[in-house]
T-cell receptor
Framework: GDSVTQMEGPVTLSEEAFLTINCTYT??????LFWYVQYPGEGLQLLLK?????DKGSNKGFEATYRKETTSFHLEKGSVQVSDSAVYFC???????????FGTGTRLKVLA | GAVVSQHPSWVICKSGTSVKIECRSL??????MFWYRQFPKQSLMLMAT?????????EQGVEKDKFLINHASLTLSTLTVTSAHPEDSSFYIC????????????????FGPGTRLLVL
């Protein structure tokens, strides 16, 4: 079945460092891909999405490109801030279904 | 746009009582809503898919008599935890799909802020 694999956390970075959180997927067909962010004690907020191969989603300095050849959707940000500290979830919406398959989440801690 | 609210944000109840959690889409209509459960420092576990006007579809291992879901309108779904016990303590999160968004846009889920349930 469909699955999403995220890099293990926690990831600890200094402010202004470059961020990469890896996400790879297994799916039949052509899923849509998403990154969500969860701040402590809150629900999930949509960060960015991509619906087809080679699409790049971007928001608030974060970017991710839908790579079908490597089945990946890695999240990147050029310069992180303390306020980016949160848990990041990669998810896919499988073809023919509206259910999400979530990765395990990656906790990011940014130090001042 | 695409705001989903949940009420209450947290609730403490005694073992054996029932608790109702509401999920509302505030500025769009949602044919489909999803209910998730999240344990500390873990990912979200899908409990059920709720479709307006029809019975919810539960994931394997989720007791439908324990977690009653009602989706009576295009903007409201409720989850009732019946005869709650301490092991039901968790963070419950709902999400909703925009009814009017077709194709790939309709795949995006908008999440509520979550409800923390503590059963004593």
């Amino acid at each position: 079945g469909d699955s999403v694999t995220q890099m293990e956390g926690p990831v600890t970075l200094s402010e202004e460092a470059f961020l990469t959180i890896n996400c790879t997927y297994t799916a039949t067909g052509y899923p849509s891909l998403f990154w969500y962010v969860q701040y402590p004690g809150e629900g999930l907020q949509l960060l960015l999405k991509a619906t087809k191969a080679d699409d790049k989603g971007s928001n608030k300095g974060f970017e991710a490109t839908y790579r079908k050849e490597t089945t990946s959707f890695h999240l990147e940000k050029g310069s992180v801030q303390v306020s980016d500290s949160a848990v990041y979830f990669c998810a896919l919406s499988g073809s023919g279904t509206y259910k999400y398959i979530f990765g395990t989440g990656t906790r990011l801690k940014v130090l001042a | 746009g695409a705001v989903v609210s949940q009420h209450p944000s947290w609730v403490i109840c005694k073992s054996g009582t029932s608790v109702k959690i509401e999920c509302r889409s505030l500025d769009f209509q949602a044919t489909t809503m999803f209910w998730y459960r999240q344990f500390p420092k873990q990912s979200l576990m899908l409990m059920a898919t709720s479709n307006e006007g029809s019975k919810a579809t539960y994931e394997q291992g989720v007791e439908k008599d324990k977690f009653l879901i009602n989706h009576a309108s295009l903007t409201l779904s409720t989850l009732t935890v019946t005869s709650a016990h301490p092991e039901d303590s968790s963070f419950y999160i709902c999400s909703a799909r925009d009814f009017s968004a077709g194709g790939r846009l309709g795949e995006t889920q908008y999440f509520g802020p979550g409800t923390r349930l503590l059963v004593l």
